[in-house]
């Protein structure tokens, strides 16, 4: 193992110089709270973001999730599952599809759903917050994502984690992420064998 790895100093002259450098080293592997995104078009990015949520619920963590569309009703496996490990979840959406007949109340449901996210994250009292599907409305054009960029980065606090999922993410978006991920499809058991969702599986 190196000197570097350990955290001494390759030369040191005096216990001062030696505290110096590890000094040095800590700073050089500082924490801050993340921006996280998981889009593109394949499965699991909302798996994936409740599977950090469940981490981070393991580590004590205080973890909200805000899902920007499924309705608050929703009773998926991972939502009570969540709910059981004190993971709160809000369901702010109207359900919505592409083929939504009233893509004008989606959107102003979401324009509510990311007000109320501005008052969680700006409250500091969570340390993990999940935007879930947020990619849409700004994808839509239903948030300016300038807008919603340049709030996070002044009201976030230094802290506080924060993951967004959907497909579609904004480049800028993407630029402004310390961590994004892309699911890519490669098979689908409806798309090639007919086969529909299973309970447990994919809800």
């Given at each position: ?43 699991g990015k909302t798996t994936a973001a409740f599977g950090l949520a469940m981490r981070a619920r393991g ?145």
């Open positions: 193992m190196t000197q570097e790895a350990t955290g001494e100093p390759p030369t040191a002259e005096s216990a001062e110089e030696a505290e110096a450098y590890r000094r040095t080293v800590r700073q050089e592997h500082k924490k801050k709270g993340l921006l996280i995104v998981n889009t593109g078009t394949g499965k580590r004590g963590m205080r973890v909200i999730m805000i899902q920007f569309i499924k309705r608050g009703t929703a009773r998926f496996g991972e939502i009570r599952s969540a709910r059981d490990l004190g993971i709160e979840v809000r369901g702010m959406g109207d359900g919505w599809t592409w083929r939504s007949k009233d893509l004008d109340e989606s959107a102003e449901l979401a324009r509510v759903g990311w007000t109320q996210a501005q008052e969680i994250i700006a409250a500091g009292e969570h340390d993990l917050v999940i935007l879930d599907e947020f990619t849409y409305p700004l994808h839509y054009g239903w948030l300016d994502t300038a807008e919603v960029l340049a709030w996070i980065a002044e009201h976030k606090p230094p802290m506080l984690h924060l993951a967004i999922t959907g497909r579609y993410a904004p480049d800028a978006l993407i630029e402004a992420a310390d961590l994004v991920t892309e699911m890519r499809l490669i098979k689908h058991p409806f798309k090639e064998q007919g086969i529909r969702g299973q309970p447990g599986i994919e809800f």
